[in-house]
């Protein structure tokens, strides 16, 4: 009787632990553009009313900034992490030129990484555009918890198999 209750509370612990640790939906992706990490997030608004972001490195927040190649390496890289942008199915605006009063921009289709368009919107439209916050730190590398638990079981059932054998 004991055993039993005393593995149904194993098992219950185990399947709360394995919840509340999980991983939940991260709300910035960590890239990394010539050496520096980026904390690539969404922002919506117009370029009239957040201009001081549609500027070159260190001043602006948008590495890729008057780069064409680098937007198109960044939202191929991230977009589908980040969601639904002004279009439907995809990504955020990578913003990197300004045209007169448009703003051009690539956006990523966010089930297909090879299918990504550019495309243009007025200054003073509110979009959702990619953003980069101040270079982080790298992203470190944290183990999960399940081989923890995988191991905890493993010596658990080696010390009642031992002891079955030293009893019988």
């Not at 977009?79 to 990197?96: C, I, K, R």
């Not at 495309?119 to 790298?138: E, I, K, L, N």
Request: without cysteine; proline residues 7%.
């Amino acid at each position: 009787m004991t055993f039993s209750i005393r593995w149904a509370a194993t098992a219950l612990l185990s399947s709360a632990a394995v919840t509340v640790l999980s991983p939940s939906a991260a709300e910035a992706v960590v890239i990394s553009v010539g050496g520096s990490f980026y904390d690539v997030s969404v922002l919506e608004s117009s370029f009239d009313n957040a201009s001081h972001l549609f500027a070159t490195l260190p001043a602006g927040q948008m590495p890729w900034w008057g780069d064409e190649d680098l937007a198109y390496q960044v939202a191929t890289e991230v977009s589908n992490q980040l969601g639904d942008g002004p279009n439907t199915g995809y990504g955020p605006v990578f913003a990197y030129a300004l045209s007169g009063t448009q703003i051009v921009g690539v956006l990523q289709n966010t089930s297909d990484p090879l299918d990504a368009i550019n495309d243009t919107f007025a200054t003073a439209t509110p979009v959702q555009y990619a953003v980069a916050s101040a270079p982080a730190t790298a992203p470190a590398s944290v183990p999960g918890p399940l081989p923890l638990f995988g191991a905890a079981a493993a010596l658990g059932w080696s010390r009642q198999l031992r002891r079955r054998l030293l009893e019988g």
